[in-house]
Each structure stands twice: as C-alpha cells, then as structure tokens.
C-alpha cells in the first residue's frame, strides 16, 4: 500500500503561483508514476502531469505546458506541482496518484485532494 497526502492548495488570483506537495509513504516509490490528477465542479476527473519516478522523466497535458512543473524530492519522497500562471478555469480539487511502472493506465492509490481556487 502507499498512502499519499497532498498539502499546498489555496486561494490565489489569476497570474499568480502556487506548489502543491504529495508526500508518499508505505512504501518505495523508486518504480512507480507520480501524477496529478483534478476535478472542477460538474466536470470529469482530468490528468495534469506525471513523472516516472525512476527516469525523473515528465508528462503534461497540453493546457498546463509552459505554465506548470512536476517534480520528485528523493529525500523527502514528496512529488511537486509548481502551478504558475494560473487562471480561473484552473480551479479544481487536485489529487495526487500512484502506480507502478509507466504513467499510462489505471491509478491505483490516490490522496484526498486538495483544492486550488483562482480568483479572476
């Protein structure tokens, strides 16, 4: 099992910036994806960006590109979102996921969200 909690949501005004923090624990995350995920309100869950822990390789959906960065602390064994830019319709409830090996398929362990609200 790995367990995984999400700290750093917040209310912030368009253009301005904000990181997201998932701490994972239970166990080694050296083989796993890291993603963040979000969900606004009346809309489906959507992917924003994924790392493979081991390759510190990343992945971004495209309305993110430019203005969001993933990364891994092997210290703290916590995934990054640093979120700058931002807009209103960037307002959701964040999630942070796991699961082994590559970032495409099925998420298998998921924190309780944390909520990103951008004021226009």
């Known amino acids: 099992q790995v ?3 999400e700290s750093g949501g917040g ?10 923090s998932c701490a994972a624990s239970g166990r080694t995350v050296s083989n796993y994806s890291m993603a963040w995920f979000r969900q606004a309100p009346g809309k489906e869950r959507e992917f924003v960006a994924a ?3 081991i390759y510190g390789s ?7 590109k430019g ?20 807009r209103p319709e960037d307002t959701a409830v964040y999630y942070c ?3 082994q090996g590559v ?18």
């Open 3 to 5: 367990q995984l909690v």
């Open 11 to 20: 209310l912030v005004q368009a253009g301005g910036s904000l990181r997201l």
């Open 51 to 53: 790392i493979r822990w």
């Open 58 to 64: 990343t992945y971004y959906a495209d309305f993110v």
């Open 67 to 86: 203005r969001f960065t993933i990364s891994r602390n092997n210290r703290k064994n916590t995934v990054d979102l640093q979120m700058n830019s931002l």
């Open 97 to 99: 996921a796991a699961r």
């Open 103 to 120: 970032p495409d398929g099925h998420y298998d362990y998921w924190g309780q969200g944390t909520q990103v609200t951008v004021s226009s």
